[in-house]
């Protein structure tokens, strides 16, 4: 057992090492950071065994699902793994699984480590003997800056990489999948950013907030450097004045800007500008209704026909909301006053009509 894993062990670093030689200018196995718990397991060949059969199942569905995130894990005795991995949206498959290669070669460094993970610039690889698969974010967060300036002036350039990034933090967790690939012209000059932003799969859309705020405010350190990241357990963020995905692969974020309480004063808006409507016409019929039964008050009794078309305004007008019972009361002692000027002194009587006779 412990032969084969070693042959294992050879192989692939023998085929990340050929995969750097012909790739080094491949962005996307340029590698940024690594880490190994400060615990060992307790079962080598456990481990071992449990480590190879995971990173074969992550291989399998990355080869035979095209996927771009999988988490898979053997928990067969005492060293359980969990693993979990994730290559960039942009990347092809053949790019993802040769990332795939170059990582999992790389993270056996780590040796008999019951965690570690691998960040590169197009991928990373983690895996823990407990399950991880929620964490957003971690102490370990923190930014990646190049060591190349902008040719622009830097006024200019950090506006607009503050803006696109600001943009993806926001945008980001509201697209399905997580993932958001968006440049930006910066203003008086022939550069444009380049920018992503992503979230593990694993975490629902608050958690990928959270994450991007964090990644978010460290990058915000690296401007006016031509290029940067931030890196946290539960999101990835980059941007660079330098293309690194096709133009065909960015995605529209004004959609995914537009916030809840825009869009419902927008349509509490629409809403009412309806109801007015139809308060105004309601009010139109009923006048114009009134004036229609004024018009024949020599073929009927003048009380009646006051009546008949008092009680249809008033009702549709309390209909359309537009007066309260209130309002209405206050209208009818006006018209007792003025009814009693018309035609007598007498008070009205309790039980009697509250309408002119």
Not at 36 to 62: K, P, Q
Not at 95 to 115: E, H, L, P, T
Not at 211 to 234: F, H, T, W
Not at 235 to 261: G, H, V, W
Request: with cysteine; charged share 20%.
């Amino acid at each position: 057992m412990e032969a084969r894993n070693w042959m294992f062990n050879a192989v692939a670093v023998i085929t990340w090492c050929f995969m750097l030689k012909v790739g080094v200018s491949d962005p996307g196995i340029n590698k940024l950071s690594e880490g190994c718990s400060n615990y060992n397991v307790s079962s080598v060949s456990n481990f071992n065994s449990n480590l190879n059969i995971t990173f074969g199942l992550v291989r399998t569905d990355l080869m035979n699902s095209s996927k771009h995130f999988t988490t898979k894990q053997s928990l067969s005795g005492s060293d359980s793994v969990y693993a979990m991995f994730q290559c960039r949206d942009y990347m092809s498959e053949a790019d993802c699984i040769a990332c795939f290669s170059a990582a999992s070669a790389q993270i056996r460094n780590c040796s008999v480590a019951n965690g570690a993970r691998v960040v590169y610039d197009g991928c990373f690889l983690r895996y823990e003997r407990t399950d991880f698969y929620g964490e957003t974010t971690r102490d370990a967060n923190r930014e990646y800056c190049g060591n190349q300036t902008t040719s622009t002036p830097d006024t200019t350039f950090n506006t607009t990489v503050a803006g696109l990034l600001g943009d993806l933090q926001v945008a980001t967790p509201r697209i399905d999948g997580f993932f958001a690939a968006s440049k930006r012209e910066v203003a008086g000059s022939n550069l444009s950013v380049y920018a992503i932003a992503q979230c593990v799969q694993t975490i629902d859309s608050a958690g990928c907030q959270a994450c991007m705020e964090v990644a978010y405010k460290n990058i915000q350190k690296c401007p006016p450097n031509a290029d940067g990241r931030a890196l946290d357990s539960g999101c990835f963020m980059r941007y660079s004045d330098k293309p690194f995905f096709a133009d065909n692969q960015t995605i529209n974020l004004l959609p995914f800007l537009k916030t809840e309480s825009s869009s419902s004063s927008k349509k509490g808006a629409i809403i009412g500008g309806a109801a007015g409507g139809a308060a105004l016409v309601l009010i139109i019929v009923g006048l114009f209704v009134w004036f229609k039964l004024s018009k024949r008050r020599k073929a009927a009794p003048r009380g009646e026909v006051n009546r008949v078309a008092t009680i249809f305004t008033f009702h549709v007008l309390l209909q359309s909301e537009i007066l309260t019972p209130n309002i209405v009361a206050g209208y009818f002692e006006e018209w007792e006053s003025s009814c009693s000027k018309e035609t007598s002194s007498r008070p009205f009587q309790q039980g009697q009509s509250r309408f002119c006779k």
